[in-house]
């Protein structure tokens, strides 16, 4: 079983940044390096939502709200995926979820029934005016 574990969630001023970390262990089928990962978010009252994701081969998405702001990378000697958020805003205070590995055949922008079912624990960041 894949196992997940975050960290580097913290409180932060606006205009401050954050480097998430997600190592990963446990792949049974596919190594690391071969599976897709991503970052979701959740909000209290919100939906699960993609924030970020990248593929074995590199390639990237970013939801809308986050472009130009945050980077998705990995490590895959590391097993690790990161997620560096910058210029952090008020509406990006959530519980962030390190995802993965991700259906090669395509992600859901949008999990229902929490973040928490689908994934681990998560990380809080919290970002004050």
């Known amino acids: 079983e894949v196992r997940l574990v975050e960290s580097g969630g913290d409180s932060v001023q606006a205009g401050g940044s954050l480097r998430l970390s997600c190592r990963a262990s446990?792949?049974?089928?596919?190594?690391?390096?071969?599976?897709?990962m991503g970052w979701y978010r959740q909000a209290p009252g919100d939906e699960c939502d993609l924030v970020s994701s990248?593929?074995?081969?590199?390639?990237?998405y970013y939801a809308d709200s986050v472009k130009g702001r945050f980077t998705i990378s990995r490590d895959n000697a590391k097993n690790t995926v990161y997620l560096q958020m910058n210029s952090l805003q008020p509406e990006d205070t959530a519980v962030y979820y390190c995802?993965?590995?991700?259906?090669?055949?395509?992600?859901?922008?949008?999990?229902?029934?929490?973040?928490?079912?689908?994934w681990g624990q998560g990380t809080q960041v919290t970002v004050s005016s």
């Open positions: 446990g792949f049974a089928f596919h190594t690391f390096a071969d599976s897709d």
């Open positions: 995802a993965g590995p991700l259906d090669p055949d395509g992600v859901s922008r949008r999990l229902t029934g929490g973040c928490h079912k689908y």
């Open positions: 990248i593929t074995s081969a590199g390639t990237i």
